[in-house]
T-cell receptor, first 112, second 117 residues
Framework: GENVEQHPSTLSVQEGDSAVIKCTYS??????FPWYKQELGKGPQLIID?????GEKKDQRIAVTLNKTAKHFSLHITETQPEDSAVYFC???????????FGAGTRLFVKA | ETGVTQTPRHLVMGMTNKKSLKCEQH?????MYWYKQSAKKPLELMFV???????ENNSVPSRFSPECPNSSHLFLHLHTLQPEDSALYLC????????????????FGSGTRLTVV
C-alpha cells in the first residue's frame, strides 16, 4: 500500500543552526505535500505545503523542496529557535483522493 | 483555537461504558476526519466524511462508529472499548475541490485524550 517514510525520528540542534527533515513517498500519483507541526498538548498545525508542479517553496525561516523523480521532499528550518521544538509530520495525498498518508513524525529539539 | 473544537479534552472510561466525542468546525470546510494518534505510530485515518459521503478505514473496529449530521459537526461514538484503544483522537477538517481535484491542508482540533480502564 501507499506509505510515507520520514527521517530522522529524532533531531537535536543548537539554537541558530539549521534543521532538515526528509520524507519519501511511494504513490507516484501524489501531488500535494503538506507539513505539520505538533506542539505538546495540541493537534498538528499546517506550517507549509507544496504541490507537485513546484520544486521549492519558502516562507520566512522554513522551506520545502520536492523531487518528483526521486519521490523525495524535505523540510528545511533555518536559524532555529527554542520555540521550533516540536514534532513535525510530513504527508502526501493525491487529487480527489480522500486519504492523506502521514509520516511517523520527527521530534525536533532546539537547544538554547 | 484553530477553528476546530473538540470536546471533551480528556476522557477516562471503563470498558463497558458508552461515550461520544464531539467535533465542530465553522471554517466553511466540506470534509471532516477522525484520526487516531498513538505513541510512536503514524497518524491513523479512521473515518472521512465529505459531501455526505463516508469513507472508512476497514481496520477500524466496529466499537467505533462515526456520525456526521451536517458539514459542521462530527461525532465519534464509543462503546465496549479495549485498553489498546487508549490514544489521542484528533478531528480535522479541510476544503476539498472535487471538480479541480486539488487537495488542501487540514485544520486539526486539539484532540481528546482517551484512557480506557
Amino acid at each position: 500500500g501507499e506509505n510515507v517514510e520520514q527521517h530522522p525520528s529524532t533531531l537535536s540542534v543548537q539554537e541558530g543552526d539549521s534543521a532538515v527533515i526528509k520524507c519519501t513517498y511511494s504513490d507516484s500519483a501524489s501531488n500535494y505535500f503538506p507539513w505539520y507541526k505538533q506542539e505538546l498538548g495540541k493537534g498538528p498545525q499546517l506550517i507549509i505545503d507544496i504541490r507537485s508542479n513546484v520544486g521549492e517553496k519558502k516562507d520566512q525561516r522554513i522551506a520545502v523542496t520536492l523531487n518528483k523523480t526521486a519521490k523525495h521532499f524535505s523540510l528545511h528550518i533555518t536559524e532555529t529557535q527554542p520555540e521550533d521544538s516540536a514534532v513535525y509530520f510530513c504527508a502526501a495525498s493525491r487529487g480527489r483522493g480522500l486519504k492523506t498518508i502521514f509520516g511517523a513524525g520527527t521530534r525536533l529539539f532546539v537547544k538554547a | 483555537e484553530t477553528g476546530v473544537t473538540q470536546t471533551p479534552r480528556h476522557l477516562v472510561m471503563g470498558m463497558t461504558n458508552k461515550k461520544s466525542l464531539k467535533c465542530e468546525q465553522h471554517l466553511g470546510h466540506n470534509a471532516m476526519y477522525w484520526y487516531k494518534q498513538s505513541a510512536k505510530k503514524p497518524l491513523e485515518l479512521m473515518f472521512v466524511y465529505s459531501l455526505e459521503e463516508r469513507v472508512e478505514n476497514n481496520s477500524v473496529p466496529s466499537r467505533f462508529s462515526p456520525e456526521c449530521p451536517n458539514s459542521s459537526h462530527l461525532f465519534l461514538h464509543l462503546h465496549t472499548l479495549q485498553p489498546e484503544d487508549s490514544a489521542l483522537y484528533l478531528c480535522a477538517s479541510s476544503l476539498r475541490d472535487w471538480q479541480g481535484g486539488a487537495n488542501y491542508g487540514y485544520t486539526f482540533g486539539s484532540g481528546t485524550r482517551l484512557t480506557v480502564v
